[in-house]
């Protein structure tokens, strides 16, 4: 089966502090997102990433910046967190080209203090 | 820009009944797919279906069926004989094949089936 592992499943963390989500597909699959889930509001897309050290502002990416060092990994930073930011972070992946939807982590829900 | 609305914000059925989810999308573009997911309370979302700008046929997989319909940019879905493990947060969604597979999200329908 397709995995796709985020990290941590709860986060609390405090107003101001640097946050790493992390995100590990093994798919070997090209493409990579970051979205964040708010109820009303649906899945907004934050960043995305098509390969190796590439990366793509979605719709709402200020107070975040991504790292995709490897191609199964992909990483979201809260450079400093905020409560605005606390929320339901999910990561994906999928198979470039091809079309077939995404491939969904189980998300981190993020609590900002 | 792509716009996906999924107009029902919660439902509730008693179990046994069809219930059906509204989508209706917009693009711009002429060849695009449309997605449905399923996130049941433990969070993952699933896939459930696609289906691509050229393929207008209805599809039915078992309890489940899709509506897909051009000429009012509709992609509904249906449930027959709802039963409580279909209690969800449905998602419809819109791809555009040429942003790198991004997907535009609805804001979700919140299905609760009761027993």
């Known amino acids: 089966d397709v995995k796709v592992t985020q990290s941590s499943r709860y986060l609390v963390k405090r107003t101001g502090e640097k946050v790493f989500l992390e995100c590990v597909q093994d798919?070997?699959?090209?493409?990579m997102f970051w979205y964040r889930q708010d109820p009303g509001l649906g899945l907004r897309l934050i960043y995305f990433s098509y390969d190796v050290k590439m990366k793509e502002k979605g719709d709402i990416p200020e107070g975040y910046s991504v790292s995709r060092e490897k191609k199964e990994r992909f990483s979201l930073i809260l450079e400093s967190a905020s409560t605005n930011q606390t929320s339901m972070y999910l990561c994906?992946?999928?198979?470039?080209?091809?079309?077939?939807?995404?491939?969904f982590g189980s998300g981190t829900r993020l609590t900002v203090v | 820009a792509q716009k996906v609305t999924q107009a029902q914000t919660e439902i509730s059925v008693v179990e046994k009944e069809d219930v059906t989810l509204d989508c209706v999308y917009e693009t711009r573009d002429t060849t695009y797919y449309l997605f449905w997911y399923k996130q049941p309370p433990s969070g993952e979302l699933v896939f459930l279906i696609r289906?691509?700008?050229?393929?207008?046929q209805n599809e039915i997989s078992g309890r489940y069926s899709w509506n897909f319909q051009k000429s009012t940019s509709s992609f509904n879905f249906t449930i027959t004989a709802s039963q409580v493990v279909d209690s969800a947060v449905y998602f419809c969604?819109?791809?555009?094949?040429?942003?790198?597979?991004?997907?535009?999200f609805g804001t979700g329908t919140r299905l609760t089936i009761i027993p």
């Open positions: 969604a819109l791809s555009d094949v040429f942003g790198n597979e991004k997907l535009t």
């Open positions: 289906r691509n700008s050229f393929d207008e």
């Open positions: 994906a992946s999928t198979e470039s080209g091809t079309y077939y939807g995404y491939t």
């Open positions: 798919m070997d699959h090209e493409n």
